[in-house]
């Protein structure tokens, strides 16, 4: 039995940013074909929460982009570490704590920003705490996790190659670049190493 790749999402209270990570890639990893290979969870460090619903405005948000809802909150345990491959913090402060929680440095190294995965050199890598704001900062929330999600996944998709789970993906076709044969004389060996003048 293939054992899955495990990603857990952690922020605060887990009822505003984790379940609206876990609620995005979840779907990522769906539309990827990867629904078997990756389970996506989320919690958060602190317990407050624990047993309620996402906060109304992330069910609000997520509902308008069209992703999943149901959501229940728990608070994240060392122990977890054991059986995951990624955690993943929503800001610098979740980051430091759980690598506090870690209990080596192989669990301590499983912890990553989300932000890191958005491929720019952004000099802020945390996703705003949007409890305290209004609607708009929900929106800017799901803009910043859906943008890092597309190199969480490649990540991911990496990590299951590495693991022979999945066989290497082939590259994607270039539609703007169609593909040409190049030409050669009757009797000549074709090798695939030659490249085509320009």
């Known amino acids: 039995m293939t054992v ?18 876990e609620s ?3 779907a990522r990893v769906a539309e990827d074909g990867l629904d078997g290979l990756v389970e996506v969870d989320s919690a ?9 619903g996402a906060d109304p405005r992330t069910v609000a948000v997520l509902r ?11 608070q994240f345990r ?10 993943i913090a929503l800001d ?26 958005a491929g720019q050199a952004a000099a802020d890598l945390d996703v705003p705490d949007p409890y305290y704001g209004g609607f708009e900062g929900f929106e800017e929330c799901l803009e910043m996790i ?14 299951l190659t590495a693991r022979t789970l999945l066989p290497a993906r082939a590259p994607e076709p270039d539609d703007r670049h169609p593909a040409r044969v190049p030409h050669h004389p009757r009797g000549a ?4 190493q030659e490249k085509e003048n320009a």
């Open 146 to 159: 859906e943008t890092a999600s597309d190199g969480l996944l490649a990540e991911v998709r990496t990590a």
């Open 44 to 52: 958060g460090t602190g317990g407050w929460h624990e047993g309620d």
């Open 4 to 21: 899955p790749y495990r990603v857990c999402f952690v922020c605060t209270g887990n009822i505003c940013r984790s379940p609206m990570a």
């Open 78 to 87: 060392a122990s977890w570490f054991a059986r995951l491959d990624l955690v």
């Open 189 to 192: 060996t074709y090798h695939p």
């Open 92 to 117: 610098s402060g979740h980051l430091r704590e759980l690598r506090r929680l870690a209990r080596t440095p192989q669990d301590a190294a499983k912890v990553r920003l989300l932000r890191s995965y």
């Open 24 to 26: 995005v890639f979840r």
């Open 64 to 74: 308008a982009a069209g992703y999943p809802t149901a959501h229940t909150a728990r």
